[in-house]
């Protein structure tokens, strides 16, 4: 059957033959793909018959297949040929893999494959499994394009838990800050109540979440408790990971008279609720003297509620510097409830460090920051100084929004304290001057601006 195969493939490249004996090359290798695509559906020469039973059914799939093609591609098909008796190779499979076992083997043979949301774990799982390194990277890929795509059924959440049963850490990875960047609309679709007590605790724990409110994701909160009746511990758990202090007074106020959630493990939370009260009662500064404000439940979240900052579109990003200004609260202390403070920010498209700069000879003036070659950049400074910043520092946040699958997703988030030059990657991969950029919408860049005030702590350290 080898010798017979090999007649096989020695006739395909035959048929493909350069004639011409210059140097020059010539490909014929989608006709090669495509007699390999009929030497497997025709069967002619197979030396193995792939019997695919599926786990707990009935259900038998039988491919006729050549033992060479599948041993160069897997390892793991390598050894069971090896150590098989007879023609027949018996393969156990769950009945979400058997349904594409044709469309892996066919990979097996072309190097190309179809994919859709529905089908990729199982074809992850079959790659994995035989050790198909380039269709596991490939499907992984696949998955870490597709999580903003819009599925009847869901499967961002799905396929996190996925990653974390096989150890695929790119994929957990990219699940995560999918699910972090981009939490109002995951807490507003079908899979929110589905999330794991496991993953509810990572993300509650994150300060990196993008989201309306705190109030919002304190409503998710209670929808899932209620949709999963959790055991006491993991609800008392979930309910200390909420930041009350990043909720107005009367927020907290209505929460304590009209959460049924809330009155139920209200003794759980209740210190947190006190130092919540405590901290809208006195001034930030007055508060660092007496408890660590660096601990989380003062720690704001990537709130894009008006408060906390603005939405800038800069339409044709490279043409020229832009500027814009918007105010924000000075904090989200009761205390500071009617302190305003207003930022000025600059866009600039082409902007070079002053290292970079050739100089003028006239008056020893450097040149301009609008230069040709120069990178992207975005500086952020409050308008005027104000005794109320003492003790607190603001940090500056830009969300980058792009046009995913048909929505509107964050792509990147940079965190800085007055430029973004502090990051040193601030959209270097963004080719701003392609209109057809994918950092582009309709021609403009969408960033949400957030200004996060972080407190520092002021007690004494006892001798």
Same mark, same amino acid.
């Given at each position: 059957?080898?010798?017979?195969?090999?007649?096989?493939?020695?006739?395909?490249?035959?048929?493909?033959?350069?004639?011409? +004996?210059?140097?020059? $090359?010539?490909?014929?290798?989608?006709?090669?793909?495509?007699?390999?695509?009929?030497?497997?559906?025709?069967?002619?020469?197979?030396?193995?018959?792939?019997?695919?039973?599926?786990?707990?059914?009935?259900?038998?799939?039988?491919?006729?297949?050549?033992?060479?093609?599948?041993?160069?591609?897997?390892?793991?098909?390598?050894?069971?040929?090896?150590?098989?008796?007879?023609?027949?190779?018996?393969?156990?499979?769950?009945?979400?893999?058997?349904?594409?076992?044709?469309?892996?083997?066919?990979?097996?043979?072309?190097?190309?494959?179809?994919?859709?949301?529905?089908?990729?774990?199982?074809?992850?799982? &079959?790659?994995?499994?035989?050790?198909?390194?380039?269709?596991?990277?490939?499907?992984?890929?696949?998955?870490?394009?597709?999580?903003?795509?819009?599925?009847?059924?869901?499967?961002?959440?799905?396929?996190?838990?996925?990653?974390?049963?096989?150890?695929?850490?790119?994929?957990?990875?990219?699940? =995560?800050?999918?699910?972090?960047?981009?939490?109002?609309?995951?807490?507003?679709?079908?899979?929110?109540?589905?999330?794991? $007590?496991?993953?509810?605790?990572?993300?509650?724990?994150?300060?990196?979440?993008?989201?309306?409110?705190?109030?919002?994701?304190?409503?998710? &909160?209670?929808?899932?408790?209620?949709?999963?009746?959790?055991?006491?511990?993991?609800?008392?758990?979930?309910?200390?990971?909420?930041?009350?202090?990043?909720?107005?007074?009367?927020?907290?106020?209505?929460?304590?008279?009209?959460?049924?959630? =809330?009155?139920?493990?209200?003794?759980?939370?209740?210190?947190?609720?006190?130092?919540?009260?405590?901290?809208?009662?006195?001034?930030? =500064?007055?508060?660092?003297?007496?408890?660590?404000?660096?601990?989380?439940?003062?720690?704001?979240?990537?709130?894009?509620?008006?408060?906390?900052?603005?939405?800038?579109?800069?339409?044709?990003?490279?043409?020229?510097? #832009?500027?814009?200004?918007?105010?924000?609260?000075?904090?989200?202390?009761?205390?500071?409830?009617?302190?305003?403070?207003?930022?000025?920010?600059?866009?600039?498209? #082409?902007?070079?460090?002053?290292?970079?700069?050739?100089?003028?000879?006239?008056?020893?003036?450097?040149?301009?920051?609008?230069?040709?070659?120069?990178?992207?950049?975005?500086?952020?400074?409050?308008?005027? $100084?104000?005794?109320?910043?003492?003790?607190?520092?603001?940090?500056?946040?830009?969300?980058?929004?792009?046009?995913?699958?048909?929505?509107?997703?964050? #792509?990147?988030?940079?965190?800085?304290?007055?430029?973004?030059?502090?990051?040193?990657?601030? &959209?270097?991969?963004?080719?701003?001057?392609?209109?057809?950029?994918?950092?582009?919408?309709? +021609?403009?860049?969408?960033?949400?601006?957030?200004?996060?005030?972080?407190?520092?702590?002021?007690?004494?350290?006892?001798?």
């Amino acid at each position: 059957p080898l010798f017979n195969f090999i007649l096989i493939i020695s006739s395909i490249m035959k048929a493909d033959e350069i004639q011409n +004996g210059g140097g020059d $090359s010539i490909s014929h290798s989608l006709a090669l793909v495509q007699r390999l695509e009929a030497l497997l559906a025709q069967g002619n020469g197979s030396d193995v018959a792939l019997r695919v039973q599926t786990v707990g059914a009935e259900q038998v799939k039988v491919i006729q297949a050549h033992s060479l093609m599948l041993s160069l591609q897997s390892p793991v098909f390598e050894e069971l040929l090896l150590s098989r008796n007879g023609t027949t190779l018996v393969l156990l499979e769950t009945a979400e893999s058997a349904a594409v076992f044709d469309k892996f083997i066919r990979y097996l043979y072309c190097g190309e494959i179809s994919l859709c949301l529905e089908q990729a774990t199982s074809l992850h799982k &079959l790659a994995t499994k035989y050790r198909i390194q380039g269709l596991q990277q490939g499907v992984t890929q696949y998955m870490t394009q597709n999580l903003a795509s819009n599925s009847p059924s869901g499967h961002y959440i799905g396929w996190y838990q996925y990653a974390l049963q096989t150890g695929d850490v790119a994929l957990r990875d990219s699940c =995560l800050q999918y699910l972090s960047w981009n939490l109002s609309s995951v807490l507003q679709s079908g899979e929110w109540t589905h999330v794991s $007590s496991d993953l509810l605790m990572t993300l509650l724990q994150r300060s990196d979440l993008i989201l309306q409110s705190e109030m919002e994701l304190f409503t998710a &909160l209670e929808a899932w408790i209620n949709q999963n009746e959790p055991d006491a511990l993991t609800a008392e758990n979930a309910l200390r990971a909420v930041r009350y202090a990043m909720m107005p007074p009367l927020e907290l106020f209505r929460l304590q008279t009209q959460s049924p959630v =809330l009155a139920r493990y209200r003794e759980s939370v209740r210190d947190l609720l006190y130092q919540s009260y405590q901290f809208h009662s006195a001034s930030p =500064l007055h508060m660092a003297k007496y408890f660590d404000m660096n601990c989380s439940l003062f720690m704001p979240r990537n709130y894009l509620s008006p408060a906390w900052g603005s939405p800038w579109v800069i339409n044709n990003p490279m043409r020229d510097d #832009r500027s814009t200004s918007f105010q924000t609260q000075l904090g989200p202390s009761g205390h500071d409830a009617n302190k305003r403070v207003t930022w000025n920010s600059l866009f600039s498209p #082409r902007w070079l460090p002053l290292s970079m700069r050739p100089m003028y000879s006239e008056q020893g003036s450097t040149q301009p920051t609008r230069v040709d070659g120069g990178r992207l950049r975005i500086i952020i400074t409050p308008a005027t $100084s104000s005794a109320d910043f003492a003790g607190v520092s603001f940090q500056k946040t830009v969300v980058v929004m792009a046009r995913k699958q048909g929505k509107m997703v964050v #792509r990147h988030v940079y965190n800085f304290h007055q430029s973004t030059e502090e990051t040193g990657d601030f &959209l270097v991969e963004a080719d701003l001057h392609r209109k057809t950029s994918e950092y582009l919408v309709d +021609g403009s860049l969408h960033l949400h601006i957030v200004v996060k005030p972080l407190y520092q702590t002021l007690i004494a350290t006892k001798k």
